[in-house]
């Protein structure tokens, strides 16, 4: 059994050495002389975000609500989220909802360092709150006030993911000046983004592709009304992010006028539809009972032109910016259109509380 065995392997290692002599095509090639590699030209180079993330990632910390049971000797909840170094004073800008519930909050930042936050101050209508952390050294965002958002500009979501660490995704700007999507349901003029805002990355920074700070990421469409959609993600444009910071490091909390509508901006196709000349402004809808447009006057389907002597804008406001700076009290007035008339009615600013 042996000696056939012994047989069988020379044979076969013999007929193998013959095959391969008479035909050496049927031997393993190298790598390299299969593929036909051709150099790189190095004077083009790849296109590539890197920069923009490497100038604006360092700023952009992981957040750690915590919240004990009843004893306090066992944490209850950890939820991570993110937020935005906004001044080397350990200012950072993030979202209300990722720290509605925490009892102690804590930040990571990139470079290893993990402190203790106190918070200054929040707002649910607009969903920001305002941190600081007594650190050295921080890195600051990026900020271009010159910089306008456009549709189509390419911008990149940086956060924390699900706690994976610091990731970014890529899209562009959808849409500017959408209203009533946030995760709070609140009236927002939000940046809209194909970029991938997951749990996670709420509170982080929206940059554009020069590393500028561009917004705070607040939700996906899928977050905000549970629906099964991708590619539809908002931030909070950083005008209005800066604005609500430096309100509530001065005061705690948000004064913002209140006069009581709701209201639609008029495009051109709601002008069309209206049969009236296209123009910037506000379809009333409705009016609040007893409140300061009501005490004014305003009526639903008036159409409103222009607040304390500025006039609407209905691409990026429907004028509740202009009212939410005005103090409450202010006596001002307001210019709107009924069947054809222009109108001026004077009316005071209530508290939106």
């Known amino acids: 059994m042996l000696a056939f065995l012994a047989r069988s392997v020379i044979l076969g290692t013999l007929a193998a050495v013959l095959l391969l002599f ?12 299969i593929l036909t590699i051709k150099p790189t030209s190095s004077d083009k180079p790849l296109l590539s975000y890197n920069e923009a993330f490497r100038r604006a990632s360092p700023a952009v910390v992981n957040i750690y609500s915590k919240r004990y049971n009843a004893d306090r000797r066992k944490v209850d909840l950890v939820d991570a989220a993110s937020g ?47 941190l600081r952390i007594e650190i050295d050294d921080l890195p600051v965002i990026p900020l271009d006030l010159s910089y306008e958002p456009k549709v189509g500009d390419v911008v990149l979501a940086i956060g924390n993911p699900y706690n994976l660490g610091q990731t970014s995704t890529y899209g562009i700007i959808s849409a ?15 940046l809209q983004t194909d970029a991938a805002i997951n749990r996670g990355n709420s509170g982080g920074a929206l940059i554009n592709s020069r590393g500028d700070f561009v917004g705070i990421n607040t939700a996906s469409l899928q977050q905000a009304k549970d629906y099964e959609t991708q590619g539809i993600s908002f931030a909070i444009p950083y005008p209005i992010a800066i604005k609500i910071m430096n309100k509530l490091v001065a005061d705690g ?3 913002r006028g209140y006069i009581g509508i709701s209201g639609q901006a008029i495009s051109a196709l709601t002008a069309r539809l209206l049969n ?78």
């Not at 008479?22 to 002389?33: G, I, M, Y």
């Not at 500017?176 to 939000?190: M, N």
């Not at 509740?320 to 409450?328: E, G, K, M």
């Open 22 to 33: 008479f035909f050496p095509s049927l031997q393993l090639k190298p790598v390299t002389d």
């Open 176 to 190: 500017t000046g959408r209203s009533g999507v946030s995760i709070l349901g609140s009236p927002q003029d939000l």
């Open 253 to 255: 909390r948000v004064i």
């Open 276 to 353: 009236i000349e296209p123009l910037s402004g506000v379809v009333i809808n409705s009016v609040a009972k007893g409140g300061p447009a009501d005490l004014a006057g305003i009526l639903p389907g008036d159409l409103l032109i222009e607040i304390n002597q500025t006039p609407l804008n209905n691409k990026l406001n429907t004028g509740f910016d202009i009212v939410a700076d005005l103090r409450p009290g202010t006596k001002t007035t307001m210019k709107i259109i009924r069947r054809g008339e222009t109108l001026v009615l004077p009316i005071v600013i209530g508290e939106d509380k």
């Open 84 to 130: 935005v170094i906004m001044s080397d004073k350990g200012f950072i800008l993030t979202n209300y909802h990722v720290i509605v519930q925490a009892e102690e909050i804590t930040v990571a930042l990139q470079d290893g360092r993990i402190t203790t936050a106190q918070l200054i101050g929040k707002d649910e209508k607009m969903d920001l709150a305002v």
